[in-house]
């Protein structure tokens, strides 16, 4: 059984670079767009199913956001040109134009945020959205009470008067089907619809966007590898193991609706990875599914692991069953094995974006804690 894990993970591995070779190929066929510019460019990315970024022999970068819920279509075409350069003719008329280096962006999305710190780009940022929600030890709150950046209000009603007092040169945000969202004129709209992306690899790689809109395209592809590097390590560290697979169970049920990873989301991957089994690893689609608490039940009573991402509190025992006394028939919360995390102090949900392999390590030190000796959860807490 163990020589069989490892043969599997190497053919996934395998398979990676595959696919990265047809992208290579698939997207050489597309610089029949760029006329009669004979140097091809150089594809940046690799492991996204919606983005495709471009680097081309004269320092244009273009970028391709595929429309996640119109195959075939996109939702975003841009070409980065430096602010001394002259715009190539070879452009199509649908591509936008963004002079760069970035040097005034709105950001709508704390997980965004979280790459201008890493890329120590924070000064650039102008604007942000729901600006309420950071905590007040969050550096954006503290740049939000000095006055040195704007709250533009709701991501999904901005005031364009605000960003238009902001002079913001680029909104970075996160579209959702139908989106009709007004911006200020002027400003471009850069649409991230990294969240959807069905690997974690691939939604990490969306790093490389900022990276390329900032002048730090080289920082991000570093940081993007060393992600690779750490997540690859965790994943042979399980698939080299000889252990036993156990059965996990995710979140509670919120108004009467009990929403679990969907089997291609990138979190079921994430779980997989782990080394854990997933009741819903079949499933089609890559957001939530909605269930039924009488659905979860079925299929997840026997749970060996229950993982819960709360907010502002730690959901233990006690607090779950004054919530439902039907949590009381779960194995999981029965023998003491609920890891809970409170997200209103905690960095997960910026984290998990960019740096996969982080989390990552918690749930492999979960589910396998027998090969992460010496390890501290960094950012879910057992429960008994």
Not at 226 to 232: N, P
Request: hydrophobic share 40%; aromatic share 10%; proline share 4%.
């Amino acid at each position: 059984m163990k020589k069989i894990r490892i043969v599997a993970i190497v053919a996934c591995v395998v398979a990676l670079c595959v696919s990265a070779s047809c992208r290579r190929s698939a997207n050489t066929d597309d610089t029949q767009d760029y006329g009669d510019y004979m140097e091809m460019p150089d594809t940046l990315t690799y492991h996204s199913r919606y983005l495709s970024i471009s680097d081309h022999n004269d320092g244009t970068v273009t970028v391709n956001v595929s429309d996640p819920w119109n195959e075939g279509a996109y939702i975003g075409k841009y070409a980065f040109v430096d602010r001394d350069s002259a715009v190539p003719d070879y452009l199509g008329k649908d591509v936008e134009i963004i002079r760069t280096p970035i040097e005034r962006a709105a950001v709508f999305s704390s997980v965004h945020i979280s790459a201008f710190k890493e890329l120590g780009i924070l000064d650039k940022l102008v604007a942000v959205a729901d600006g309420n929600f950071f905590s007040k030890n969050d550096t954006v709150q503290t740049l939000l009470s000095e006055g040195r950046i704007i709250d533009v209000g709701q991501s999904v009603q901005p005031s364009a008067e605000r960003l238009a007092a902001s002079s913001a040169e680029i909104v970075l945000r996160s579209p959702m089907q139908n989106d009709v969202v007004k911006l200020a004129p002027g400003i471009a709209d850069i649409k991230c619809i990294d969240y959807m992306e069905t690997s974690p690899m691939g939604r990490a790689e969306w790093l490389l966007l900022i990276g390329a809109m900032t002048g730090k395209i080289n920082q991000a592809k570093d940081i993007f590898s060393q992600v690779i590097d750490e997540y690859s390590r965790l994943v042979f560290k399980v698939g080299a193991s000889s252990l036993h697979n156990p059965k996990v169970l995710s979140e509670t049920e919120q108004s009467g609706i009990w929403y679990v990873p969907a089997g291609q989301s990138y979190m079921a991957r994430m779980f997989a990875d782990a080394g854990a089994l997933y009741p819903w690893a079949d499933t089609d689609g890559s957001g939530s599914l909605p269930l039924s608490f009488e659905n979860v039940a079925i299929k997840a009573l026997d749970a060996d692991i229950w993982l819960i991402r709360s907010y502002g509190y730690e959901a233990d025992s006690k607090s779950l069953l004054l919530a439902n006394p039907k949590y009381g028939s779960f194995k999981a919360l029965k023998e003491g094995a609920i890891y809970s995390c409170d997200t209103s102090v905690s960095s997960i949900f910026d984290d998990i974006a960019f740096h996969p392999e982080r989390i990552l390590a918690d749930y492999v030190a979960i589910f396998h804690p027998d090969v992460m000796t010496g390890y501290e959860l960094r950012y879910f807490k057992r429960h008994n």
